[in-house]
Every structure is written in structure tokens, then in C-alpha cells.
Nanobody, 114 residues
């Protein structure tokens, strides 16, 4: 079992930045692929970014050049640095850990608005 706890969401103006954090309950990054997803009102959950156990990163087209996924092993934490935020980035952001099972966090709200 893996527990994931996201934090760092909030209200930010267009063009601003936020860093989301996802703390895992134990050391899993040597095994699991970690991902950030988001779900806007009335829309399906979509992939934002993933990072594999060997450090390979993958980004949705909407995130390329603006978002960065990273891991801090010492803190069992995966981050999503989001820059140049747009109103269309408004969503609940979820962290997930993929291996034989998939574990999800509870989500953190990101609102981009002036």
C-alpha cells in the first residue's frame, strides 16, 4: 500500500508559478513510475507529466516548456513545477504511482485567474 499526499495548490494569476508536491508514505521511486494528472470541471482526467524510475520524463503537449516534474528521493517527494500558468491550467491536480497497481492522491486545486 502507498499513500500519496499532494500539496502546493492555490490561486495564482495568469503568468504566475506554483510548485506542487506529492509526498509518498515510503520509498517507491526506484520501482514506481510517478505521474501528475489533472481534471478540470466537466472534463476527463488527463496526463500532465510522468517520470520513470530511471528518470525518463514525459509531458503532455500542453505542459511542455512550462512544467517540470522532478523527484527528491531523500524526502520521498515528487514535484511539479508549473510556470507561465494559464487559465486553462485550472484543475484539480492528482499525483499517481504506477507499478503493479496504481495509487492516487486526494488531489490539490489549482486555480489560475486574475
Amino acid at each position: 500500500q502507498v499513500q500519496l499526499v499532494e500539496s502546493g495548490g492555490g490561486l495564482v494569476q495568469p503568468g504566475g508559478s506554483l510548485r506542487l508536491s506529492c509526498a509518498a508514505s515510503r520509498s517507491i521511486f526506484s520501482i514506481y513510475t510517478m505521474g501528475w494528472y489533472r481534471q478540470a470541471p466537466g472534463k476527463q482526467r488527463e496526463l500532465v507529466a510522468t517520470i520513470t524510475r530511471d528518470g525518463s520524463r514525459n509531458y503532455a503537449d500542453s505542459a511542455k516548456g512550462r512544467f517540470t516534474i522532478s523527484i527528491e528521493n531523500a524526502k520521498n517527494t515528487v514535484y511539479l513545477q508549473m510556470n507561465s500558468l494559464k487559465p486553462e491550467d485550472t484543475a484539480v491536480y492528482y499525483c499517481a504511482a504506477h507499478y503493479m497497481n496504481t495509487y492516487w492522491g486526494q488531489g490539490t486545486q489549482v486555480t489560475v485567474s486574475s
